[in-house]
Nanobody, 123 residues
Framework: VQLVESGGGLVQAGGSLRLSCAAS????????VGWFRQAPGKEREFVAA????????YYADPLKGRFTISRDNAKNMVWLQMDSLKPEDTAVYYC?????????????????WGQGTQVTVSS
């Protein structure tokens, strides 16, 4: 599975963005997918994850209610809808895939990564 993110950009605080993760490969529906982000000078952190079937989903606690992860296996796509964006959401956002994870919030559990897409939220 190869992953390509898109949809990043510059948005004002309070706005929304929808990130896309396009996957290649016929076995995409066997993989769980996670979104992570990394701000300048900070560690990469977990954002959200979705199982191979779409249920269940997982979110970083501070982001619950603002971010929504979804997928369509028929289209080989995963999305991250981000609402009520804040300047502290500014980061490079990555999607990642794993066949199996014991803890979907750990980046070490994922073995396939996209190149990232920049999200900048202005105040």
């Amino acid at each position: 599975v190869q992953l390509v993110e898109s949809g990043g950009g510059l948005v004002q605080a309070g706005g929304s963005l929808r990130l896309s993760c396009a996957a290649s490969g016929r076995t995409f529906d066997s993989f769980a997918v996670g979104w992570f982000r990394q701000a300048p000078g900070k560690e990469r952190e977990f954002v959200a994850a979705i199982s191979w079937s779409g249920i269940p989903t997982y979110y970083a606690d501070p982001l619950k209610g603002r971010f929504t992860i979804s997928r369509d296996n028929a289209k080989n796509m995963v999305w991250l809808q981000m609402d009520s964006l804040k300047p502290e959401d500014t980061a490079v956002y990555y999607c990642a895939a794993t066949y199996y994870a014991r803890n979907y919030s750990l980046d070490s559990e994922y073995d396939r990564w996209g190149q990232g897409t920049q999200v900048t939220v202005s105040s």
